[in-house]
């Protein structure tokens, strides 16, 4: 079954830190990953996307990581701004199919 | 920049009426897509159009139509809206390849009351 999971739920830490999310998936074919950001009450905005031959991908203090191996992607997060309030969806596409991860709702803390 | 627009931010219905929810998109993508989003359930497809006049069903299409008469425009319908439909609702684009350049609109928050 296609599927993919992200963790953890919520997190929430103090600005000017530092964190990571995790996204792990099942999905077969792979085709490509992305990560998006949805603001409360708005559409959610896309970050970063990679292919299957692509590691690492940053988009300003957000960056990427792709395992295709492991199957495993992860958002880390430098020096965290009041604004990186949100929560952070991660999708995972297949030649046919587009799946949507339950989201991690993140809180930034002054 | 693509730019999807749905009609509505906010939106408040009685039970029974029939809804209408405008999506529409300025780079002439192919795909359209509806979903709907709700606490702990994530996105979750209603219907998806490849061109004009053709429509999918997606994972939960009960409820719902589509209607899809021009490339740039993608209506949703609630043809007797109940209150489990209440939801936000997201539009989408992309362009040719499943998986590509998909944007989202900023939402419609839909009440049923």
């Known amino acids: 079954k296609n599927q993919v999971e992200q963790s953890p739920q919520s997190l929430i830490i103090l600005e000017g830190k530092n964190c990571t999310l995790q996204?792990?998936?099942?999905?077969?074919?792979?085709?490509?990953l992305r990560w998006y950001k949805q603001d409360t009450g708005r559409g959610p905005v896309s970050l970063t996307i990679?292919?299957?031959?692509?590691n690492t991908k940053s988009n300003g203090r957000y960056t990427a990581t792709l395992d295709a191996d492991t199957k495993q992607s992860s958002l880390h997060i430098t020096a965290s701004q009041l604004s990186d309030s949100a929560s952070y969806i991660c999708?995972?596409?297949?030649?046919?199919?587009?799946?949507f991860g339950s989201g991690t709702r993140l809180s930034i803390r002054p | 920049d693509v730019k999807v627009t749905q009609s509505s931010r906010y939106l408040v219905k009685r039970t029974g009426e029939k809804v209408f929810l405008e999506c529409v998109q300025d780079m002439d993508h192919e795909n359209m897509f509806w979903y709907r989003q709700d606490p702990g359930l994530g996105l979750r497809l209603i219907y998806f159009?490849?061109?004009?006049?053709?429509?999918e069903k997606g994972d939960i299409p009960e409820g719902y139509s589509v209607s899809r008469e021009k490339k740039e425009r993608f209506s949703l319908i609630l043809e007797s809206a109940s209150t489990n439909q209440t939801s936000m609702y997201l539009c989408?684009?992309?362009?040719?390849?499943?998986?590509?350049?998909?944007?989202f609109g900023s939402g419609t928050r839909l009440t049923v009351v």
């Open positions: 999708v995972v596409s297949s030649a046919s199919k587009i799946i």
């Open positions: 990679m292919t299957f031959s692509e």
């Open positions: 996204c792990n998936y099942t999905v077969s074919p792979f085709s490509n």
């Open positions: 989408a684009s992309s362009g040719t390849g499943v998986g590509y350049g998909y944007t």
């Open positions: 159009s490849y061109d004009v006049k053709m429509k």
